[in-house]
C-alpha cells in the first residue's frame, strides 16, 4: 500500500494506491553523472582562485574581479531560479501525464 501526496493549492489531498517499488540501476547511472557534473561544475568555478595573481599581470584586473569570477554561478542560480521554475510549471512536458 502507497500513499502518494498530491499538492494542490490550498489543501492537501491524499490518494492510496496499490503499487510496487521498484529501484532501477539506471536511476543509479542518473544520479552518478549528475554528481560527478556538479563536482566538475564547482572545479571549474574555483578554478580563479589559484590563478590569481596570472590573471592580474595578464588582464590587469583587480582581486575583486577576479573573486567574482567564482560567484558567477551562485549570482546566475538567485537570479534564474524563480523565473525559471515558473517557466517549467508553466510549460512542463509532464502536463499531459497529469
Known amino acids: 500500500m502507497c ?6 493549492t490550498i489543501s492537501f489531498h491524499f ?5 510496487d517499488i521498484h529501484v532501477y540501476k539506471r536511476r543509479w547511472y542518473i544520479l552518478s553523472v549528475f554528481s560527478a557534473y556538479c563536482a566538475f561544475q564547482g572545479y571549474i568555478w574555483n578554478n580563479f582562485s589559484p ?5 592580474q599581470l595578464a588582464y590587469d584586473w ?15 542560480f538567485a537570479i534564474f531560479t524563480i523565473p525559471f521554475s515558473y517557466v517549467f510549471e508553466r510549460f ?3 502536463k499531459p501525464f497529469q
Open 62 to 76: 583587480s582581486d575583486g574581479t577576479i573573486a567574482l569570477l567564482a560567484n558567477w554561478g551562485p549570482i546566475a
Open 92 to 94: 512542463s512536458a509532464m
Open 51 to 55: 590563478i590569481t595573481y596570472a590573471l
Open 3 to 8: 500513499t502518494y501526496f498530491t499538492v494542490r
Open 15 to 19: 490518494q492510496e494506491h496499490d503499487c
